[in-house]
């Protein structure tokens, strides 16, 4: 061994730290010491240079390490030096040996130092890998020579092997490597490319809500483009179910006419229906009033067609009359139905012509049966008062409505559509002028059929009679039987009815086929109802006392 090295420099002096040399120091090789003429060998296979041997005459510095980036070789080294390591980076030989190979210490490390004073010997290379290693010192067979520069000689060589060196000398040479792409696995994909999808779908949202804004916006302002073509339905079936009111409408609607009367002083509208085909037409008493003795009447029908018509017969007390036309062919009568069968609530359908609106159809229900009505009385002596036990409707009927029919579901005549309440108060068909209120009276179709029949047959209608006068004035519940007759007569008829009966003057009739009376208007309702020869059954209080009695009624006409 040799002394300790004055510098502590590891490993000579003491243990210290062990740095690696760079990873790209490759020093220019150094040629052998005091070797005249003498040529540096081949350091390496592949290397950039090698450091000879110092003091080694003529002799060459054997190959060191293979695939070495470059290696020094050892000082003094007579002989060759052997190969150090395989495929690592070089290490340094022992510096002053004889001729030995430095072997090789250690794997794996970038610098290995060789023995120290090793004569003969080998210096152990130091490291595996390492950049470099610092050779020994103080080998007895070396002497300082001149620097033999590889391929030159050792003329001009540098003493220090470090004063050319060029650290990217090797890597200026080598190619440049091309950095490949990172690939992308298939969820990342996934992920950008469904990430592209919503925006674009957003953007077009964005952009087709914005478009639609602006073009809506502008049809508003300006009523859309080009023509405006409304939607409508196409052509339908126009036949209606018969029992539909549109059904019963299109059914009666021929048969139903208009009158317009005038005479001296007076004029007015109404209507009727065709009753036969001989040209019979019935309607209300106070519909052909006004023409009188000498009036005109014309009858209006549903296709426009106009005839004159005359009076065959009339009655105030009913409210009906019978005027005929000649001349005309082809004449619908319209069905006659049976007021009895009618029931609160039944459907009904009126046609008439309110303020001289021909052929004017509304509807309704029946509100209501057998409700007792008087109507007129303008005349001041009652003869033009009529009493109707009538049905009610609330089917629209105004003035004008007066004479016209009342049909059933099945297109059928109920009733003659007669009086109205108006507003005002008043029951006269014409009053008021105020119109419909939901309250609409008509004469029940049994009667006017009876009625009408009397009227063709013989131009009179018989009054069904009791044969007794009542007390109008009486404000009691019934209908009492007066003191006197008119014109100072007996108030019960001698020979009539009510004599036969038992009925004597301050009895109290409250009671008619077991259906209560509370007036005498009321009770000339009921007793109208009727055809004279039917029988009635009388209630009648006397003195406190509750009676019945029995009668068959009589003629107006002497009966």
Do not use: C
Request: proline residues 8%; charged residues 20%.
């Amino acid at each position: 061994m040799h002394d300790p090295d004055p510098y502590s420099t590891p490993p000579y002096g003491e243990p210290g730290p062990w740095a690696p040399a760079p990873p790209v120091q490759h020093p220019t090789g150094t040629p052998a010491h005091g070797v005249p003429g003498g040529v540096a060998p081949s350091v390496g296979d592949g290397s950039v240079g090698g450091v000879p041997a110092h003091g080694v005459p003529g002799g060459v510095a054997p190959s060191i390490g293979d695939g070495f980036a470059g290696g020094a070789p050892a000082h003094g080294v007579a002989g060759a030096a052997s190969s150090v390591g395989g495929g690592h980076p070089p290490g340094t030989s022992a510096h002053g040996v004889a001729g030995g190979v430095a072997p090789s210490v250690g794997d794996g490390y970038a610098t290995g130092t060789s023995a120290h004073g090793v004569a003969g010997g080998v210096a152990p290379s130091v490291g595996d890998g390492f950049a470099g290693g610092a050779s020994a010192h103080g080998g007895e067979a070396s002497a300082s020579s001149p620097v033999v520069v590889a391929g030159a000689g050792a003329e001009g060589a540098s003493a220090d092997p470090w004063g050319r060196y060029d650290p990217w000398a090797a890597a200026a040479g080598a190619p440049l490597q091309r950095a490949d792409p990172v690939p992308m696995d298939g969820r990342r994909r996934r992920r950008r490319a469904r990430r592209a999808v919503v925006g674009g779908a957003l953007l077009l949202a964005l952009v087709s809500g914005g478009i639609g804004g602006i073009v809506g916006g502008y049809l508003e302002r300006n009523g859309g483009i080009g023509t405006v073509e409304l939607p409508q339905a196409g052509r339908e079936d126009v036949r209606r179910d018969p029992d539909s009111v549109a059904g019963i409408a299109a059914q009666a609607l021929p048969s139903v006419v208009t009158l317009h009367v005038s005479g001296a002083g007076a004029a007015g509208t109404g209507t009727g229906f065709v009753l036969d085909e001989r040209g019979h037409i019935l309607t209300n008493d106070h519909v052909v009033e006004p023409a009188g003795e000498n009036g005109e009447i014309t009858v209006t029908f549903h296709s426009g067609d106009t005839a004159e018509a005359t009076v065959v017969g009339r009655d105030a007390g009913y409210d009906l009359a019978v005027v005929k036309v000649k001349g005309v062919r082809g004449l619908a009568p319209l069905p006659l139905g049976n007021s009895d069968n009618v029931r609160v609530g039944d459907p009904v359908v009126a046609i008439g012509a309110p303020f001289d609106l021909a052929g004017t159809v509304t509807a309704g229900i029946i509100s209501a049966r057998e409700r007792p009505i008087t109507a007129g009385g303008e005349n001041g002596d009652g003869t033009d008062v009529s009493y109707v036990d009538a049905l009610q409707t609330d089917a629209p009927i105004n003035p004008g409505n007066s004479g016209g029919p009342l049909l059933d579901a099945r297109g059928r005549v109920i009733g003659i559509n007669s009086a109205i309440r108006s507003a005002g108060g008043a029951e006269d068909p014409d009053g008021g002028q105020a119109g419909s209120i939901g309250l609409g009276f008509a004469i029940p179709v049994n009667q006017g059929k009876r009625v009408a029949e009397e009227l063709i047959n013989t131009g009179r209608a018989a009054h069904p009679v009791i044969g007794i006068t009542l007390d109008m004035a009486y404000s009691g519940d019934g209908a009492r039987v007066a003191a006197e007759g008119h014109d100072g007569g007996p108030p019960v008829s001698t020979g009539g009815p009510g004599a036969r009966a038992g009925i004597k003057a301050g009895d109290v009739i409250t009671e008619v086929d077991g259906r209560r009376v509370h007036s005498g208007e009321e009770l000339i309702v009921k007793t109208r109802a009727h055809r004279p020869g039917d029988r009635l059954e009388l209630t009648l209080e006397r003195g406190g006392e509750e009676r019945k009695v029995s009668l068959v009624l009589g003629s107006s006409d002497g009966g």
